[in-house]
């Protein structure tokens, strides 16, 4: 009930804080008294909310992790469209789509699929020569297709520290061994400080190459286990004269294959 007369007329500002989402087009019915006029407006007002997003990991401190890792980003989101996208970036520096931002892999996701959360391994980010980590910022483009799309960058960074390479020496056999009772002990150092490696070991006619048998009650051997030593039956192996060498693998660096001294 508009006057037609007085100051406000001719214009009317409509809250849409309590209208529900939805396109809607306006109408507007004069009656003076004795005649009704109806008309309807040409375009149409579309009542939608922007999406939301809050950054949950990392944390505004930040957070490390190693290459060859998985690292979880998680979040909170909300918006009432059926179709919202999430695109995640990790940025190398502070300015977003300036191409130093790197796509996370399968970082497209539906807002509405309820995960919040997706995993990555860090071995896919380029550590740059000469470096021993690198820190990127993650941030979150959100577009419902209605509104301008919404960037939210995380508080928190997260540094990405180089893997070191795993090492191992085979200690045992350290001289020419005959067996008499077939069984033997194996013995062995290794080194892996930031991931968890396996330990697999090989008999070889040679003693070059690496392209020996394996020894089947010494494969996966977590480094993990502090034993470092298996005592090995070898009364089902042929005669011979063979050589042991042991690879270490921590599915990150290039395997490394080291030995026995005999």
Known sequence: NLPVN???????VWDLSRTSPGIYYIGLKAFDGANTTVVHSPGR???????????????????????????????????DDAA???TL???????????????VPQGNVLLQDNANNLSFNAGFINIPQGQNQIVVTPFAVLNDGV???????????ITIKRNTPPRIEVVEPVRETVLFDNTFTLVWNYSDPDSSAS????????????DGTPIG???DISEDDEADRLPIDFSQTPPGRYWIYAVIDDRYNRPYIDYAPA
């Open 6 to 12: 007085g100051p406000d007329r001719d214009k009317f």
């Open 45 to 79: 007002v579309i009542v939608n909310t922007p999406p939301a997003f809050t950054w949950v990991n990392p944390p505004a401190q930040g957070a490390t992790v190693n290459q060859g890792n998985i690292f979880n980003l998680a979040w909170t989101d909300q918006d």
């Open 84 to 86: 919202t996208t999430i």
């Open 89 to 103: 970036y990790l940025d190398r520096d502070a300015v977003q789509f300036n191409g130093n931002e790197i796509p």
């Open 147 to 157: 509104n301008p799309q919404v960037v939210v960058r995380s508080a928190g960074s």
């Open 199 to 210: 330990i697999d070991f090989f008999l070889d006619t040679d003693g070059k190459n690496a």
């Open 217 to 219: 009650s010494a494969q």
